[in-house]
Nanobody, 132 residues
Framework: QVQLVESGGGSVQAGGSLRLSCAGA?????????MGWFRQAPGKEREGVAG??????????YYADSVKGRFTISRDVAQNTLYLQMNSLKPEDTAVYYC??????????????????????WGQGTQVTVSS
């Protein structure tokens, strides 16, 4: 089974930055992959924050409107690691952040948003707290 381990969360002041890491994000031989970051605040459903998907030589990227221009998703194939760089953090970004993957599956984010049902494997979550 695929095991994802998240790190990099913590407490920061508004305007600060954090970089989340997701170790164990392996990729398929045929380069069909869907991966991304969700967040869940207390009492709320998980929402997609940033997604990255590949099919052959093409790719698609998704960002929630609330994080566009502030968050960047990326991957390091050699290190099997998915990243989320978070800049200009706001108190409303406070949540538990989860990484998720679905090897062998393509998410066409050019035409749709992220769905929990897109993903098969999930990390344990890492807390991000932003103080005003």
């Amino acid at each position: 089974q695929v095991q994802l381990v998240e790190s990099g969360g913590g407490s920061v002041q508004a305007g600060g930055s954090l970089r989340l890491s997701c170790a164990g994000a392996r990729y398929t031989y045929y380069s069909n992959d869907c991966m991304g970051w969700f967040r869940q605040a207390p009492g709320k459903e998980r929402e997609g924050v940033a997604g990255l998907s590949f099919i052959s030589t093409s790719s698609s990227t998704y960002y929630a409107d609330s994080v566009k221009g502030r968050f960047t998703i990326s991957r390091d194939v050699a290190q099997n690691t998915l990243y989320l760089q978070m800049n200009s953090l706001k108190p409303e970004d406070t949540a538990v952040y989860y990484c998720a993957t679905n090897p062998g599956y393509y998410c066409d984010y050019a035409r749709r948003s992220m769905l929990v049902s897109d993903f098969r494997y999930w990390g344990q979550g890492t807390q991000v707290t932003v103080s005003s």
